[in-house]
């Protein structure tokens, strides 16, 4: 299976900051049709997942520009910008380029 | 609206068999497929396994032996039985369904499973 490492395990930012969470896969996510199946996934307490960012840098419908996902190949990041109280929560990448699907373990974000 | 409710019984036995309900709503079961996702308190997501648009079925090789995945088309419902349920089994269940790139586009709001006796 392909194992989904994300570091940090928690991070602590400060209301309006910048953030940055970083996902390794053990292979390469890329598909034999060319995509890249690597999303993002927030969990607010309390809440079932919600996906932010689908094929490593396409936001979900309703998903703000404050999200942006990037990366490529094993090495994926995910950025928050002038983070919002509404933003906590435990963030997961999760790849379904190969079966079958595997997430990362999370990263926590904490308010400073 | 996408929406997906997971219904089951909060509480099963040791050795003894799940079975959860997603009843869905605003879209057809012969359009999209429709995923079980598993969560332990604390830990990360496990895919369990998915009924595909067309009646196919996928499972996880870590749960194959003990898990079944069907439908009623007819009443919007996907159907999960996994048997010989353990302790470590207990946690969040969740039915999804997928769009876009992703698998995991819409979840439902889960169910909580504790497996005890």
């Known amino acids: 299976d392909v194992v989904m490492t994300q570091t940090p395990v928690s991070l602590s930012v400060s209301l309006g900051g910048q953030v940055s969470i970083s996902c390794r896969s053990s292979?390469?996510?890329?598909?034999?049709?060319?995509?890249?199946?690597l999303s993002w996934y927030l969990q607010k307490p309390g809440q079932s997942p919600q996906l932010l960012i689908y094929?490593?840098?396409n936001r979900f419908s309703g998903i703000s520009d404050r999200f942006s996902g990037s990366g490529s190949g094993t090495d994926f990041t995910l950025k928050i910008s002038r983070v919002e109280p509404d933003d906590l929560g435990v963030y997961y990448c999760?790849?379904?380029?190969?079966?079958?699907?595997?997430f990362g373990a999370g990263t926590k974000l904490e308010l400073k | 609206q996408v929406q997906l409710k997971e219904s089951g019984p909060g509480l099963v036995q040791p050795s003894e068999t799940l079975s959860l309900t997603c009843t869905v709503s605003?879209?057809?079961?012969?359009?999209?497929?429709v995923s079980w996702v598993r969560q332990p308190s604390g830990k990360g997501p496990e895919w369990m396994g998915r009924?595909?648009?067309?009646?196919?079925?996928a499972y996880n090789s870590a749960l194959k032996s003990r898990l079944s995945i069907s439908r009623d088309t007819s009443k919007n419902q996907v159907f999960l039985k996994m048997n010989s349920l353990q302790t470590d089994d207990t946690g969040t269940y969740y039915c999804?369904?997928?769009?876009?790139?992703?698998?995991?586009?819409?979840w439902g709001q889960g169910t909580l499973v504790t497996v005890s006796s």
């Open positions: 999804t369904r997928g769009d876009y790139g992703s698998r995991f586009a819409y």
């Open positions: 009924m595909w648009y067309d009646g196919d079925t």
């Open positions: 094929k490593v840098s």
């Open positions: 292979q390469s996510l890329v598909h034999n049709n060319g995509n890249t199946y």
């Open positions: 605003g879209f057809s079961l012969t359009s999209y497929s």
């Open positions: 999760g790849q379904g380029t190969q079966y079958p699907d595997t």
